[in-house]
C-alpha cells in the first residue's frame, strides 16, 4: 500500500526538518574548538575554579552507537549510525513502490582543528573507531542484507588518505546484538572481536583475515577488545552474568572468569584498556548496579567499587599517561552521563550531563558512552540523547577553562570539584586469584 500524498508531505517535511538541523549544527560548530590543549588544566576534582565540562550539539541525526578516539594533536574522531532517507524504488514482495527509503549509515566526524569534517562511510550499525600512529581512521561495523538474504556481514574500513577501502570480514545469520569492537597492533594491523556463534575473534595478516570462535553460549555480549606490545589480544564479554577475560598467548587462548556481573535484562557494556604493562583495565555494571573496575596486577585480579550511588548500564574506560583509569558511564538513578577517575588515593567522581529530555521523557542522556584522555590527562566523552522519536542527538563533553559562549548549542555541565570515594576503606576487595580455563583453538576457522 502506497503512502497517501499527505502523509508522504509531512514525513518529507519532518525528515527535512531533522536534517536541516543536524547539518546546521554541524555547519555553526565551526570555530567553536579554537582553544588549544593546555598542559596546566586541572584535572577534574582538583582546585578548579573556572573549569568545568563544555557540552556540544554535535549531530541530530543518530539512531544508535557511537566510538570516540583522539588523534595526536588532541582532536576528538567520532564514528556514529545515522539514518539518512532516500527516494528510490523497493521491491516488497511482487510490488514496485517509489516510497521514502531510509537507511542507516555509518558517520565519520573529526574536528581538524578549526572545524568538523563529516563523512558517510558506509552503510551499517554498532561502528567501533581506532586511529593509528599517522591518525588515520579504522573503522569497524555489520550490514544487514535484509533485502536479499537476511544475513549480517561484518565489515572494516579504513582511510588511506584519499578514499574509504571496505573488506567483508565475515558473514552470519543476524543475531542481536553483535557488539563490534576493534583495536589495531604495533604494526597498525585490525584486531576484531564480535558475536555472531559465539564470542568471535578476527585478525588481518595483511593479506587474509583470521577467524576464531573463542567461546560459545546463548548468553553472552558487551565485548571489548585490546592489543598489547606483544600483538596478543585481551578480550572481556559477559557470559551468563560472569565477566570474563580472554586472552591470546601466542598458541591458545586463556578465558578467566573475573567477577559477577549486573542481572538487570538491559544492555550492558563493558569497557578495558590496557597498560603499557599490557595489564588489563575493565570497568564494568556489577550485579547490584553499582559501577565497578577490575585490573590484573600480574598475578591476581583486584576489583573495587567504584560508585556505589550509581544505577550503572553503559561505561567506557580509558587510562591516562600515569596508567590511572577515567571512567565515563551512565547512572539510571540519575537518568545521565558521570564520570569517575582514580587519582592515586580516591575515586574523584562528577556529574557531567544529566535529565530525561524531549519527546521520549523516558530515555536518559549519556546512552552509549565513549571516553578517551588527552595527553595532558584531560577527558574528552562524546554520548547521546533522545529528543525525538526517530533520531538522537549526539554531544560531545570536554573538560577546559569555561568561557562565556554566546552559542546556544554549547552549554555547560557540572564544574569545580567532585566528589571522593575512599576506595580504601569501602571498596577494594581481597585480591584473589581467578579460574583459568585454557582452550587449544586452532590458528584459523
Known amino acids: 500500500m502506497q503512502p497517501s500524498g499527505q502523509a508522504r508531505r509531512m514525513l518529507l517535511a519532518f525528515s527535512a526538518l531533522l536534517f536541516c538541523w543536524g547539518g546546521l549544527v554541524s555547519q555553526l560548530l565551526d570555530g567553536t574548538i579554537a582553544a588549544a590543549l593546555e598542559s596546566d588544566i586541572p584535572l577534574p576534582g582538583e582546585n578548579a575554579e573556572g573549569y568545568g565540562w563544555e557540552i556540544q550539539y554535535l549531530a541530530a541525526d543518530a539512531v544508535g552507537k557511537l566510538s570516540l578516539a583522539l588523534d ?11 539514518r539518512i532517507h532516500l527516494e528510490e524504488p523497493l521491491t516488497w514482495y511482487t510490488d514496485s513502490l517509489s516510497i521514502l527509503s531510509w537507511r542507516d549509515v555509518i558517520k565519520y566526524v573529526r574536528w581538524t582543528g578549526s572545524s568538523w569534517e563529516t563523512q558517510i562511510v558506509a552503510e551499517g550499525e554498532d561502528p567501533s573507531l581506532v586511529l593509528d600512529e599517522n591518525d588515520r581512521p579504522h573503522l569497524v561495523f555489520w550490514w544487514e542484507n ?11 574500513a579504513y582511510w588511506n588518505g584519499e578514499n574509504w577501502t571496505i573488506q567483508t570480514v565475515d558473514s552470519f545469520r543476524v543475531v542481536y546484538p553483535v557488539n563490534l569492537s576493534v583495536a589495531l597492533n604495533a604494526k597498525g594491523l585490525p584486531h576484531l572481536s564480535y558475536f555472531t556463534d559465539g564470542i568471535t575473534h578476527a585478525t588481518w595478516d595483511g593479506k587474509t583475515w583470521k577467524i576464531q570462535l573463542i567461546d560459545s553460549g546463548s548468553r553472552m555480549g558487551g565485548i571489548c577488545i585490546a592489543v598489547d606490545i606483544r600483538g596478543f589480544a585481551h578480550i572481556v564479554y559477559e557470559k551468563d552474568e560472569y565477566l570474563k577475560h580472554a586472552k591470546w598467548s601466542g598458541e591458545n587462548w586463556t578465558i578467566e572468569t573475573v567477577d559477577l556481573m549486573s542481572d538487570a535484562p538491559v544492555s550492558k557494556i563493558i569497557s578495558l584498556a590496557l597498560d603499557t604493562s599490557g595489564f588489563p583495565h575493565i570497568s564494568y555494571p556489577a550485579r547490584n548496579g553499582h559501577l565497578k573496575y577490575a585490573r590484573w596486577n600480574g598475578e591476581n585480579w583486584i576489583t573495587q567499587v567504584v560508585d556505589s550511588k550509581s544505577e550503572t548500564r553503559h561505561t567506557s574506560i580509558a587510562l591516562d599517561s600515569r596508567g590511572f583509569p577515567h571512567i565515563a558511564y551512565l547512572d539510571m538513578s540519575r537518568d545521565g552521563l558521570k564520570y569517575a577517575r582514580w587519582d592515586g588515593e580516591n575515586w574523584v567522581i562528577m556529574e557531567v550531563d544529566h535529565g530525561r529530555v524531549g519527546q521520549y521523557t523516558s530515555y536518559p542522556v549519556g546512552v552509549y558512552p565513549s571516553i578517551a584522555v588527552d595527553e595532558n590527562g584531560i577527558p574528552h566523552i562524546a554520548y547521546t540523547t533522545r529528543p525525538w522519536a526517530f533520531s538522537y542527538t549526539i554531544k ?3 573538560w577546559t577553562r569555561l568561557q562565556p559562549s554566546p552559542l546556544p548549542w554549547v552549554i555547560y555541565g557540572n564544574r569545580g570539584r567532585g566528589s571522593h570515594t575512599n576506595s580504601r576503606s569501602e571498596n577494594e576487595t581481597k585480591e584473589r586469584r581467578p579460574s583459568q580455563l585454557k582452550l587449544n583453538c586452532p590458528a584459523s576457522i
Request: glycine share 8%; aromatic share 20%.
Open 146 to 156: 535484509f533485502m536479499l538474504d537476511d544475513n549480517g556481514y561484518i565489515k572494516y
Open 72 to 82: 595526536s594533536k588532541g582532536h576528538p574522531h567520532i564514528a556514529y549510525v545515522a
Open 396 to 398: 560531545y563533553a570536554r
